[in-house]
């Protein structure tokens, strides 16, 4: 055999061996399977105690469930049996806990169009509904409004338009909204376009969820308490559901009032230039704690008013210097807490998003979480002694949990290993916790512990059967971007690799870009999905490199905070480059074959490494992806943000262009899957149907497109999810596996 002959088969021999899988012991994991598992989120506690309840999404079923001391055995409240793309949220007990509310259907878009992931030609609806603890069908109570339940009251009140709309739910104890009874009461009913009521318990039926002329379920006309000629937000019961605080912004400012139900009468109780927000009562009821801005001052003020005398005292001031801005829009599910003679605030000043406290008749301010990491979400205890903290102090690529004292901040670790937990609940009567909890292997489940258990019980359903033994724990990975910042990242690679095995590999990309992604299972319910997707690849033989590139949080403000990033100059892109150099010298991977993945910005730095660097990135999956800086700018209207000049507008469109993917069109060689919902409402379509008129007009760029009609940015439909990680998998496998000796 002559020396060409030779070389021609030993290169068909190398080809052949690259398109096959080259891992022995990796077991492909069925996606279906996989993406199959509960995930709970909005986690309550019956302010009578010894329940909660969370709301539930099954592969697109999204129900309310329930679980009640001492089994804690889960069990459905609702019965929506589809995969109806129609969201649930709001979830909270009435006082007596027999009772829940809680808001289905989506919020509207710009046209004020719901969202109709389905199509459905009548349209859909969102809606306040009530369900009982003992399986009652739910009624419907009110359209869409964000709801505050009286603490001592079967009552909600919720703003609209500077009103303040009160709704008395006694008359509904006993309706069913099948039958359309109202109990001894007399209640106005209308009719017009609604979802029918969901079919009766135990039917097993599919729920149509096409709309139909029918009467609706009993509704009271709403009570406006009252109304104030500007802005209204936040309204806050007293503890003896006798007063309402809330906060009113007019005019560049923003003022406290308080509205008394048994006098019905108004008082201002804060009335300067400064912006009063976050009422919160103490626990008599006697003051509220607030957070003041003042006008002189860059940063805010903690301060206490009394009710009766509207007489306000400043406890506290943070650093002037711009680093005592309060953090709670950045990272984190709570806001201003006023516990029992403690005040407990967010503050960033230390470089990490951490909490403080401060004694309410004032004092000395002590920090509840040292340590290089940031506090998530937490809540305070039934008594107000303590609070629960999700947090990352003690590892940095996890969730952990913590109790801590506020009166000695005295810290008991409740969840301190390898695990993501959060939201936490207390659960009132007992020394119950509550929370959610995952881990490299197990999705999210509720969790329930009593104060002096070792470990906690899960309660909500693991999927039988489900692959726990098929999924592999991912590694944490650092290294560093070519100007030296520290990037974290998570490395899945597939069981029973050999040190000759060389696969194809996938970066990654979170979008956000405020997010975090960690060393399991996400707490946010996108992220859930594109971890179970990247297992997935991983089960197909692909090494999978998460990156937490710089602009997310986790990491402290300055990683958080970067110079130039995003359209100011794309400088987190040095984080995704440098990932694909790390994974080039990772012995185990072909450094030819190294694609790209992610939704939202995730999916803007994936069109932006295929634009940018075809060499090293051979193939991209886009989803949703932001491609004209300048154009996303315009859409959110920072292009006309008042008091920039002609000049100045002009240099920050170019620069928005030129940290864009399509300021980089010439050197795109490499194939992508764009992926897009028409009704989205965080980045448009638009920014789609631009970059494919674009690549349509290179000619020398294979690109593939898979659209969802009427579905949003995180599509709502089960189905579409498996169809989008079907194609990306087939996509990949085309791209970096059977193509990797294709000339891009």
């Known amino acids: 055999m002559n020396a060409r002959k030779a070389s021609a088969l030993a290169l068909i021999l190398l080809l052949t061996v690259a398109a096959l899988p080259s891992v022995t012991g990796a077991q492909e994991v069925d996606l279906e399977q996989i993406l199959g598992f509960h995930f709970p989120s909005g986690l309550v506690a019956s302010p009578a105690g010894e329940r909660i309840a969370w709301l539930g999404n099954e592969e697109g079923r999204r129900n309310v469930w329930g679980a009640e001391a001492p089994a804690w ?40 169009e719901l969202p109709n992931p389905l199509s459905v030609p009548e349209g859909v609806s969102c809606d306040l509904w009530m369900v009982s603890w003992n399986g009652d069908d739910p009624v419907r109570i009110a359209g869409p409004v964000s709801p505050r339940i009286s603490p001592v009251e079967d009552q909600i009140v919720w703003t609209a338009a500077g009103r303040c709309m009160l709704l008395d739910l006694l008359p509904h104890r006993s309706a069913r909204s099948s039958e359309g009874a109202s109990g001894a009461v007399t209640v106005r009913v209308r009719s017009r376009r609604v979802p029918p009521p ?113 007489e306000t005292t400043e406890l506290w001031r943070s650093p002037g210097d711009g680093t005592g801005y309060y ?26 998003n951490h909490l403080y406290v401060i004694p309410d008749g004032g004092g000395e301010v002590r920090e509840l979480t040292p340590g290089d990491g940031i506090v998530e979400n937490a809540s305070l205890s039934p008594d107000g002694a303590s609070i629960i903290v999700s947090h990352n102090t003690r590892s940095i690529d996890y969730r952990q949990l913590s109790r801590i004292r506020l009166a000695d901040g005295h810290t008991l670790e409740i969840e301190a290993s390898e695990v993501i937990a959060w939201n936490p609940v207390a659960v009132r009567n007992r020394e119950w916790l509550a929370y959610i909890r995952s881990d490299a292997l197990e999705p999210a489940s509720v969790y329930i512990r009593e104060r002096d258990e070792a470990a906690g019980v899960r309660v909500s359903p693991l999927p039988e059967g489900y692959p726990l033994n098929h999924l592999v724990k991912p590694e944490q990975v650092i290294f560093e971007a070519a100007d030296g910042v520290i990037v974290h990242g998570q490395l899945f690679l597939p069981e029973g690799l050999r040190r000759r095995d060389r696969l194809p590999a996938v970066i990654f990309m979170h979008g956000g870009s405020r997010r975090q992604m960690l060393l399991g299972w996400h707490n946010r319910g996108y992220y859930h999905n594109a971890y179970g997707f990247n297992q997935y690849l991983a089960s ?178 089960h189905g579409n999810w498996l169809e989008v990680y079907r194609r990306a998998a087939d996509f990949f496998d085309r791209y970096l596996k059977e193509g990797a000796d294709r000339d891009h």
């Open 198 to 310: 969901p079919p009766p318990r135990g039917a097993g039926g599919r729920q149509d969820p096409v709309f139909l002329d029918w009467e609706e379920p009993p509704l009271l006309e709403p009570k406006i308490l009252f109304q104030v000629r500007s802005g209204l937000s936040d309204l806050q019961w007293s503890p003896d559901g006798s007063m309402l605080a809330f906060s009113s912004a007019r005019d560049g400012r923003a003022i406290l009032g308080v509205w008394n139900l048994e006098r019905e009468e108004l008082s201002w109780l804060t009335n300067t230039v400064d912006r009063d927000t976050s009422p919160r009562w103490s626990p008599d009821g006697s003051r509220l704690a607030f957070l003041r801005r003042p006008v002189d001052h860059r940063g805010f003020a903690i301060c206490v008013v009394d009710v009766g005398s509207a």
């Open 540 to 717: 197909r033989g692909y090494a999978v490199l998460s990156v937490n590139y710089r602009s997310g949080i986790g990491y402290g403000v300055d990683f958080r905070e970067p110079d130039a990033y995003g359209y100011q100059g794309a400088s987190e892109y040095q984080d995704i480059v440098a990932a694909g150099h790390f994974l080039q010298e990772h012995g185990n991977v072909d450094p030819d074959r190294i694609g790209l993945w992610g939704g939202s910005y995730g999916g803007y730095l994936t069109a932006l490494g295929l634009a940018r660097d075809s060499d090293l990135f051979k193939a991209g999956v886009d989803l949703h992806g932001v491609h004209n800086w300048a154009d996303q700018l315009e859409w959110w209207g920072r292009g006309e943000s008042a008091g920039i000049s002609q000049s100045v507008r002009d240099s920050m469109m170019q620069v928005a262009f030129e940290s864009s993917p399509v300021a980089d069109m010439d050197s795109w060689r490499s194939p992508v899957l764009i992926v897009h919902g028409d009704d989205d409402r965080n980045v448009p379509f638009e920014a789609s149907i631009d970059l494919v008129r674009r690549l349509r007009a290179k000619r020398d760029v294979i690109f593939e497109e898979l659209y969802f009609v009427d579905d949003v940015h995180g599509f709502l439909l």
């Open 73 to 112: 055995e889960a069990r459905r409240l609702t019965d929506y049996l589809d995969d109806d793309g129609q969201e649930l949220g709001a979830l909270e007990f009435l006082p007596d806990g027999e009772r829940l509310i809680y808001l289905r259907g989506g919020a509207a878009n710009r046209d004020g």
């Open 327 to 352: 953090p709670g829009s950045v990272s984190g599910s709570y806001g201003l807490m006023y516990g029992d003679g403690h005040i407990v605030f967010a503050g960033e000043w230390s470089g990490w």
